[in-house]
Nanobody
C-alpha cells in the first residue's frame, strides 16, 4: 500500500481547501483511512478517520469544519477543510490501517500501518 497526499499550500484564515490522498495497492475499501497532522514542535495528532467508507470520526477542534470522505472508484481519500484557522497550519498526513473492533483505536497513530509523505498547509491570518 502506498499513499500520496496532494492539495496543500497557503490559505487565508476563513478559506476552504481540499486535501487528496491517492491510495495504491490492494483492498482500498477494506482499510480504515485517516488524516493526521503535525504542527511545528508538536506531536502528530488525529484529525479525522473514515471506517467502512461511511463511519466518520473527528477531532473536537475540526468537528463541523472538516469533512473526510472517500471515492471507492478512484481509490482516493479527501479532507475538505473549511473556515481554516491559523492553528490548522501543519503538515497533513494520510494514513491507512486495518479496521478495529474498538473505534477508540482510530484516534491513535499506532493503528495505522501505512502513511503518506505529508503535505504542508499554511494558514495566514
Amino acid at each position: 500500500v502506498r499513499l500520496a497526499e496532494s492539495g496543500g499550500g497557503t490559505a487565508q484564515a476563513g478559506d476552504s481547501r481540499r486535501l487528496s490522498c491517492a491510495f495504491s495497492g490492494r483492498s482500498f475499501s477494506s482499510h480504515v483511512k485517516a488524516w493526521f497532522r503535525q504542527r511545528p514542535g508538536k506531536e502528530r495528532e488525529f484529525v479525522a478517520a473514515i471506517a467502512w467508507s461511511t463511519t466518520t470520526y473527528y477531532a473536537d477542534d475540526v468537528k463541523g469544519r472538516f469533512t473526510i470522505s472517500v471515492d471507492n472508484n478512484k481509490d482516493a481519500v479527501y479532507l475538505q477543510m473549511t473556515d481554516l484557522k491559523p492553528t490548522d497550519a501543519a503538515v497533513y498526513y494520510c494514513a491507512a490501517g486495518f479496521h478495529q473492533e474498538n473505534s477508540n483505536n482510530y484516534y491513535w497513530p499506532g493503528t495505522y500501518s501505512y502513511w503518506g509523505q505529508g503535505t504542508q498547509v499554511t494558514v495566514s491570518s
